[in-house]
């Protein structure tokens, strides 16, 4: 009870507040818009900046930890796309819009705060290292594996050109990318410039969580409810069971465990929307997912906090 109480329901409250805000009109359509513009284009890629500065890149990025993780990942990208397939009877599309929806778990927006307040500020270098391959690794695997089933490329090299292409256009990989160049080349950042960045950080999570409650106001539960309640077994059950059963395996810390267990049970992000929409293809599961696998988190995360308590 008191994982539920002390860890999950601060957050979720945020998000709560966010969600009523924006249902009710307290909060216009267009500031939750600039809520999430900040976050997303300003405070977060600045938290990614300065966590990838000061890692510890050869204790953090682990390869038995990244594979602890995106090895459930994967599983559930197409387990996804099997079932819905074969058994749902959907079009290849929307398959691998069902299958990126549970490969992409909310690692930054609801992973992160969760692991923060549980476990605090120290605990986080494993999830960094996860975060930081995360949004790449997922929009490569969705990116590619939709183009080919849409006939798009003119063969390999050309889909994975248009996948790098998309990648690196994304801020937050820019900002990982930045970070890490720093901190391997041990650049000094002026004092005043860190002391900013400082600044704008301690607004991210906060922001960060407000505004996706804000967002998932837009959506509604309505339609194609199957390939939704797949989607939520696959990311809040199946990979998460599957990422203790590796990060045990591979006799990972502490850390690493809890890192890799709690953002593989995070709900898909609101990325798996934005995926959808890029394509135009199952943009109501994408979306409705969202919603309903972000609410019924709040039960199954209080489950894996006491598990790895």
Do not use: H
């Amino acid at each position: 009870m008191s994982a539920l109480i002390n860890v999950l329901l601060p957050v979720f409250l945020i998000i709560g507040v966010g969600f009523i805000s924006a249902k009710f009109k307290w909060l216009p359509s267009s500031a939750v818009d600039g809520v999430m513009l900040f976050t997303q284009k300003f405070a977060i890629p600045c938290l990614l900046f300065n966590a990838m500065v000061n890692i510890e890149i050869g204790n953090y990025f682990n390869f038995l930890l990244i594979v602890s993780y995106f090895i459930p990942s994967l599983i559930g990208f197409f387990l996804g796309i099997l079932i819905s397939r074969s058994l749902l009877k959907y079009s290849l599309e929307k398959s691998v819009v069902i299958g990126f929806c549970c490969l992409y778990s909310n690692s930054l927006m609801l992973g992160l705060p969760i692991m923060e307040q549980a476990y605090g500020t120290n605990s986080l270098g494993p999830n960094y290292a996860i975060i930081a391959l995360n949004t790449p690794f997922c929009y490569m695997i969705g990116i590619v594996f939709m183009e080919f089933v849409k006939g798009r490329g003119n063969g390999l090299s050309s889909t994975v050109g248009k996948a790098i292409k998309g990648i690196f256009n994304n801020i937050l990989v820019l900002s990982i990318l930045l970070g890490i160049f720093i901190n391997i080349l041990e650049i000094i950042i002026p004092t005043t410039i860190n002391n900013a960045i400082d600044i704008i950080i301690k607004a991210a999570i906060p922001t960060a969580i407000f505004g996706l409650g804000g967002v998932l106001a837009r959506y509604k539960v309505n339609g194609d409810i199957l390939p939704v309640i797949v989607i939520a077994l696959i990311a809040l059950l199946m990979k998460p069971s599957l990422g203790y059963y590796l990060a045990d395996y591979n006799q990972l810390d502490t850390n690493s465990i809890r890192a890799v267990v709690l953002t593989a049970a995070m709900a898909p992000g609101l990325n798996a929307y934005i995926f959808a929409n890029m394509y135009n293809t199952g943009t109501k599961i994408a979306a409705t997912s969202v919603l309903f696998s972000t609410t019924l988190s709040v039960f199954t995360l209080w489950y894996w906090l006491s598990v790895l308590a």
